[in-house]
């Protein structure tokens, strides 16, 4: 056998799509895959402030004795600070759409950025102006509606197939991680308005800081889009990128075979239809699954489990009820990151069924919240929705449709969710619904799957893209 039979022998091999065994193998293997993460240290900075500020409006149950509300008999005030950011961030997503079509992701999140440090500045400066603190969260949603679709764009390109998931999850993840850090802001809580550190103040502190570390680390570890190169006609940068992002040296088989099949794709995606009406199918799936998301994670049932639970953690002054909620969410979603890409739909059976379940049950049954049980039972509630529910929707928004109506695509089906949100905001402030009703709806709609699951599996509705290239992802919805 000559030397250069013997070389295209181990890379056949090489480029078999076997998945690591042990633990040890797994370890090598996301280390081999890093630079594929690191490439959106940027954008994942730019969500955590942006989960801060969600946070800081549908999961905090002290709104009226932050600093900034003092005053304010009339819930308008505070309801327009709270729902500006959601108004202004399906401008951001729409903005996003024109974008990252047109410039390259550094670009973009360079953009963000200022955005996001000028927003920040007036959270430290004017921490009690209630005007400037609704303009400071307008701006801020702009940026996040801008960073929030490029980066799910970006983190799918960039990732191999059988992590693409666990990459795509970290975007969500890190958006609970900024909710966390709201809360952690918002425990000392005085009937007084006076704070030791102002929470609003804290939000800009933080955010400066995510602004400085994503964009100095993005500076040397941001790799543009192989996609968006081939897209642009730059296929030897494009190739070059690829090996960066595999960690090779060289031109493999393997990333010689990715690199005609992402050429291929765009080929196939440049003839593509711009008619929105082409892909209602896959629009009803993921503005499903959004809506199962919704359910799991909005005003009214967040300040419900907030104050549920309130009596076990809050002591007066400190009210650690926010934090241990979302530890055990975030817990629960560390976990499903690394089993997303291998049971995708049974996990996200598993998380939508529980929570619907656990929602059924407080609709009926009357939990004190006096009691031991109602910490546990809102703890729970918080580990079922973080297993996997909150990933799918946006796994499915990248996977679902063709590389040029994505954009457009993500832009509508996350206004969706927003406008959503809006809804139950306002139904937070304005309508006297009974809570045991409002959870019973939302309970029978999260249990849905579970009498869907037969037809599924027989007629494959939500087909598994699990270990799929784009393409191939694509395909299993044609």
Not at 294 to 306: A, D, E, G, K
Request: hydrophobic letters at 50%; one cysteine or more; glycine letters at 6%.
């Amino acid at each position: 056998m000559s030397v250069k039979e013997e070389i295209l022998k181990f890379e056949k091999c090489e480029a078999k799509d076997l998945n690591p065994k042990t633990l040890f193998e797994w370890v090598d293997f996301f280390q081999k895959n890093k630079p594929q993460i690191n490439g959106l240290v940027a954008g994942i900075m730019l969500i955590i402030f942006g989960g801060q500020n969600v946070g800081w409006g549908i999961f905090n149950n002290h709104l009226r004795v932050q600093p900034w509300s003092g005053g304010y008999e009339d819930d308008g005030a505070i309801f327009w600070t709270i729902i500006s950011w959601f108004i202004a961030n399906i401008f951001g997503l729409i903005l996003g759409s024109f974008l990252v079509c047109r410039y390259t992701k550094m670009k973009i999140y360079i953009l963000a950025s200022i955005l996001s440090s000028i927003s920040a500045t007036f959270f430290v400066v004017y921490p009690t102006n209630i005007s400037i603190i609704q303009l400071a969260r307008i701006i801020a949603s702009i940026s996040n509606g801008i960073v929030y679709l490029v980066i799910l764009i970006h983190a799918s390109e960039l990732s191999i197939p059988r992590i693409r998931g666990y990459h795509i999850s970290v975007i969500n993840m890190c958006n609970i991680v900024g909710v966390l850090l709201t809360s952690s802001n918002l425990s000392h809580v005085y009937k007084t308005r006076t704070y030791e550190n102002d929470p609003t103040k804290m939000l800009g502190y933080t955010g400066l800081i995510c602004f400085l570390t994503g964009l100095i680390l993005a500076l040397f570890l941001n790799r543009e889009s192989p996609v968006f190169l081939i897209q642009k006609y730059k296929e030897k940068e494009a190739l070059n990128n690829l090996m960066r992002l595999r960690s090779e040296s060289h031109e493999t088989l393997s990333i010689r075979d990715e690199f005609n099949e992402l050429i291929q794709m765009v080929k196939e995606d440049s003839q593509s239809s711009m008619n929105i009406t082409h892909y209602c199918y896959q629009f009803i799936i993921v503005i499903s699954l959004k809506s199962l998301f919704v359910f799991s994670f909005n005003m009214p049932l967040n300040i419900y489990f907030l104050n549920l639970a309130k009596i076990n953690f809050y002591d007066g002054e400190v009210d650690n009820t926010g934090l241990y909620l979302l530890s055990a969410r975030l817990t629960a979603m560390i976990i499903s990151m690394i089993l997303i890409d291998f049971k995708r739909i049974k996990l996200f059976l598993f998380s939508s069924v529980g929570c619907g379940i656990i929602l059924i049950f407080l609709s009926q049954f009357t939990v004190k919240d006096d009691s031991i049980y109602s910490a546990i039972i809102s703890i729970i509630f918080q580990i079922f929705a973080g297993f996997g529910i909150s990933f799918v929707s946006d796994i499915y928004s990248v996977d679902s449709v063709n590389t040029k109506i994505k954009p457009i695509f993500i832009a509508l089906t996350t206004s969706y969710e927003i406008l959503l949100q809006i809804i139950l905001i306002v139904a937070y402030f304005y309508f006297t619904m009974s809570i045991s009703n409002l959870l019973l709806i939302f309970g029978l709609v999260m249990i849905f799957p579970l009498l869907a699951y037969p037809f599924n599996s027989k007629y494959k509705i939500l087909p598994d893209t699990s270990g799929l290239s784009l393409r191939r992802a694509r395909n299993k919805f044609l």
